[in-house]
């Protein structure tokens, strides 16, 4: 099963940007769809951005304009670049395969939180 590891959250006041990263290891990553997810308190988790593998992309309308995800392939990564962030994007941040399946496992997320 493909491990995955995000790195990148923080805190960052509002308006601020991050660069999220999320490492695969294992085989398979080209061929496959990948995203990124967020989960707050109480809350589902909610898929923000996708990239499919041929790098069209698709995104959630509360971040569509702020949020751009893409892939490098080459390094079995997905990013996720987030720009003028506002305190509702506080979430932990997962990224798997869109959907998600058998093939990756969930990591630990990365932690944004946006306040001032």
């Known amino acids: 099963q493909v491990q995955l590891v995000e790195s990148g959250g923080g805190l960052v006041q509002p308006g601020g940007s991050l660069r999220l990263s999320c490492a695969a290891s294992?085989?398979?990553?080209?061929?496959?769809?990948m995203g990124w997810y967020r989960r707050v308190p109480q809350k589902q988790r909610e898929l923000v951005a996708s990239?499919?593998?041929?790098?069209?992309?698709s995104y959630a309308d509360s971040v569509k304009g702020r949020f751009t995800i893409s892939r490098d392939n080459a390094k079995n990564t997905v990013y996720l670049q987030m720009n003028s962030l506002k305190p509702e994007d506080t979430a932990v941040y997962y990224c798997?395969?869109?959907?998600?399946?058998?093939?990756?496992?969930w990591g630990q997320g990365t932690q944004v939180t946006v306040s001032s």
């Open positions: 798997n395969r869109v959907p998600a399946t058998t093939w990756s496992s």
């Open positions: 294992g085989t398979g990553f080209s061929i496959n769809a």
């Open positions: 990239i499919s593998s041929g790098h069209s992309t």
